[in-house]
Nanobody, 126 residues
Framework: QVTLVESGGGVVQAGGSLRLSCVAS????????IAWFRQAPGKQRELVAQ???????KYLDSVRGRFALSRVAAKNAVYLQMDFLRPEDTAVYYC????????????????????WGQGTQVTVSS
């Protein structure tokens, strides 16, 4: 069983930055398939950023160029640096790992994972 703990959320003004972290139990990211999702009230969960099995990084179009993934493997940690934040980025952010199985939700491609963190709230004010 893998446990994931997110932190780093908070309240920032539009244009500001936050750095989210996700720390896993031992060997929690061993399959190298890691993702960040977000969910805002009344909206579907959406995939924000991910590392796929090849090691490549993928980003949601609306965050590309503003968000960036990084890893510190020795600490079993992954990070999501978020710059130039916008009010529409407001959501609970979750990290996930294990599997990375593609599926479709309402005709859109997303990925399923076996393990999820509890989430961290990001609020971007105008």
């Amino acid at each position: 069983q893998v446990t994931l703990v997110e932190s780093g959320g908070g309240v920032v003004q539009a244009g500001g930055s936050l750095r989210l972290s996700c720390v896993a139990s031992a060997n929690g990211f061993s399959d190298n398939q890691i993702a960040w999702f977000r969910q805002a009230p009344g909206k579907q969960r959406e995939l924000v950023a991910q590392i796929i099995s090849s090691g490549a990084e993928k980003y949601l179009d609306s965050v590309r160029g503003r968000f960036a993934l990084s890893r510190v493997a020795a600490k079993n940690a992954v990070y999501l640096q978020m710059d130039f934040l916008r009010p529409e980025d407001t959501a609970v952010y979750y990290c996930a790992t294990g599997g990375g199985r593609p599926t479709a939700v309402d005709g859109r491609l997303t990925y399923e994972y076996d393990y999820w963190g509890q989430g961290t709230q990001v609020t971007v004010s105008s």
